[in-house]
């Protein structure tokens, strides 16, 4: 089969990695790629958001099965304009795909389908947003605990601020709302009630009716230990998760997975390719924070070296609509990905700086470098990007996956370079 890959990340590093060991796989393309992706597959300058160039480009090149690693394009309608050309393209189309596109949609689905999630209230304009806040906080509990400010809309995984204070509350919402830092996508906010747990992530691919759940992980948000500073596209993450309870993809399975892909197709559209569940475990059980229509980044880059099943029939399956009919089978140890990025990172960045010691860390004990912002010139891997790179590491138990991931990164050095010391630190102590 000849793929074409879509995005740059670390994500798509994962994916190109793992599609390349298929027994199916003959050609690989990737668009636009990076510096690591580049030894795997031929990469191709096109961005991800111009999808009459990528459909143009797979028609052109009779690509067998385009991979859509990032959001936006799939919530711009890539999958629908691939079908419309007869272009095969493993991801959900439009409508399923606002499950990610908008979280009022989300919310309103969980709610008619009893899936498990926050109270929570939409609004429309800013001064019943504020009314809001101030009558949520006139509730103990929220005095207590804080809520939370979503936009309604994509933000470029921002526009969701946890408030303790009705001040902050209030800020958030003059931010999203009258301020426009998210554009049109803070023109509706939900304000929601702050849930308190252990946050896990289930990302299953569908075929619209079969759902397979692959391993559970954790993603790391904050830029530093201990899960200070501020939020980032994610620091590190590990996967399975033995802070949840063992049976955790069976439950979500069940309670979160089946109703949502029961409810897009009640909407008329199947949904295919993968439903992301970000989950946290209150004491009264499980809830469902948000919904992705496509892989997390870092989590592909600790589930991915977990599979020993051959993804692109997975993905060719799904696409197809028969999922039932594909072995997905799973290694019974543990990996752990730590991300390393640029100085400033997530604030302001320099990139261009010399990345050294890449080849020792692909040869430490377990360890597979990712490449995420990188970029090649003169025969030297550059940074290219807020997070750089992700070493991951499998091992037997999760600390020696850890272990050996840390020894992986330790390998590594570039200008400015930080990475977070704590990776699974919680699932350790
Ligand atoms: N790591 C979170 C995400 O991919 O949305």
């Known amino acids: 089969m000849r793929v074409l890959v879509v995005g740059g990340g670390g994500r798509e590093h994962a994916l190109v990695w793992k599609i390349a060991q298929s027994r199916h796989v003959n050609q690989i393309y990737c668009a636009p790629g990076n510096a690591g992706i580049s030894k795997l597959a031929e990469c191709i300058n096109i961005k991800p958001t111009d999808i009459s160039g990528l459909a143009n480009f797979a028609a052109a090149q009779k690509v067998d099965l385009t991979v859509i690693g990032p959001e936006a394009p799939l919530i711009a309608g890539i999958v629908d304009r691939f079908e419309a050309r007869g272009l095969p393209a493993f991801g959900p189309a439009t409508d399923p795909a606002r499950i990610e596109g908008s979280k009022a949609f989300a919310k309103e689905l969980m709610v008619r389908y009893g899936i498990p999630t926050a109270d929570y209230e939409l609004c429309s304009d800013a001064n019943t947003a504020h009314e809001t806040v101030a009558r949520w906080f006139r509730r103990p509990e929220v005095a207590e605990r804080g809520l939370v400010v979503k936009a309604d809309g994509l933000a470029a995984g921002k526009g969701v601020t946890v408030a303790g204070t009705e001040a902050e509350a209030h800020g958030a919402v003059d931010e999203m709302m009258v301020r426009k830092v998210y554009g049109a996508a803070g023109d509706r906010v939900i304000i929601e009630q702050r849930l308190i747990g252990e946050e896990v992530s289930i990302m299953a691919i569908t075929d619209g009716d079969f759902i397979v759940p692959l391993p559970p992980s954790q993603d790391h948000k904050r830029v530093g230990d201990g899960d200070t500073g501020p939020n980032t596209g994610g620091m590190g993450a590990y996967s399975p998760v033995p802070i949840v309870p063992d049976d955790i993809a069976e439950r979500a399975r069940e309670l979160v997975l089946k109703p949502a892909v029961a409810a897009i197709r009640d909407l008329g559209i199947p949904y295919k390719g993968v439903l992301y569940a970000g989950l946290i475990i209150t004491d009264e059980g499980l809830k469902t ?81 990712f490449h995420a912002g990188t970029r090649e010139a003169n025969g030297q891997f550059l940074t290219d990007g807020g997070r750089v790179l992700g070493v991951t590491a499998t091992g037997p138990d999760l600390r020696r996956a850890v272990s050996r991931a840390y020894a992986g990164m330790k390998q590594i050095s570039f200008e400015g370079m930080h990475y977070r010391n704590d990776i699974a630190g919680r699932a350790l102590s």
Request: aromatic residues 4%.
């Open 289 to 369: 924070l948000e919904f992705n229509c496509r892989f997390g980044d870092p989590e592909t880059q600790a589930v991915l070296p977990l599979l020993e099943s051959d993804l692109l029939e997975i993905m060719d399956a799904s696409v197809n609509g028969r999922l039932d009919e594909v072995d997905v089978t799973c290694a019974r140890g543990s990996s752990a990905c730590v991300v390393a990025a640029s100085g400033g990172y997530p604030g302001a960045y320099e990139t261009g700086k010399l990345i050294q010691g890449l080849d020792r860390a692909a040869q430490a004990e377990g360890c597979l470098v």
